[in-house]
Structures are given as structure tokens and as C-alpha cells.
């Protein structure tokens, strides 16, 4: 019978996964390393116009949200191609609709960006 490992094990072991797994998204999609440019330079325009703590949190939500949506949108691609590797048209809406989430995302993200950083530009 083997060992159990203890509760923090298992939560570091977790935590590694996904590190390992959000490390994977950043090298083999194109998309997340656009977003992730936009992100590091929302970021910094942050710093430069020292935006206030209200500010800093809705970005980064705005960030992380995006971020995470197409971290799901391209599991859900991984799934479907794996379920059903020729194209299909279930497959395809179900692929659209996954990838209209993170546009819908990423269009509320960049309004909240442009009400963020208009008026501190003029």
C-alpha cells in the first residue's frame, strides 16, 4: 500500500500543474503572447500615469479575465480536435462560441482600458 501524501503536497503539486500549464499556453499560442504584450504595456502606462488602487484592480481583472478566457477557449479547442479531429460543424460552433468569449472579453477589456487612459492623455 503506498503512502498518502499530505494535503500541502497535493495543493503544491497542483499549483506546479498549473504553473506548468499557463508556462505552456504563453509558448504555443499565438494569441496569449499578443495578450500578454498588451497586458505588460497597459501595465506599465499604469505606472506611468499612476492610476489609483480602484483603477490597478478592474485592469487587472480585465487582464487576468482575457488572460484566463483564452486559456479555457484553447483547452476547449485541445478537447474538441481530440474528440473529433476532422471538422464538423457541432465542433465548429462549439469552437466559435468558446472564441467569442474571449472577444467579448477582450472588447470589454479594451473599453475599460480606453475610460481608464483617455482622460488621463487629454
Do not use: C
Not at 485592469?59 to 464538423?88: C, K, R
Amino acid at each position: 500500500m503506498s503512502k498518502k501524501e499530505s494535503f500541502f503536497v497535493n495543493r503544491l503539486k497542483s499549483v506546479g500543474y498549473a504553473f506548468k500549464g499557463a508556462i505552456l499556453l504563453l509558448k504555443t499560442e499565438a494569441s496569449i503572447k499578443i495578450q500578454f504584450v498588451l497586458a505588460l504595456l497597459v501595465t506599465a502606462a499604469g505606472f506611468f500615469f499612476n492610476i489609483s488602487s480602484t483603477e490597478w484592480i478592474i485592469q487587472l481583472l480585465a487582464i487576468g479575465l482575457v488572460m484566463s478566457l483564452e486559456g479555457l477557449n484553447t483547452a476547449i479547442e485541445a478537447i474538441a480536435d481530440f474528440i473529433h479531429p476532422e471538422h464538423h460543424n457541432k465542433i465548429g460552433l462549439i469552437k466559435d462560441i468558446a472564441a467569442g468569449a474571449v472577444f467579448t472579453a477582450a472588447f470589454f477589456a479594451s473599453i475599460i482600458g480606453l475610460i481608464i487612459y483617455i482622460p488621463k492623455i487629454f
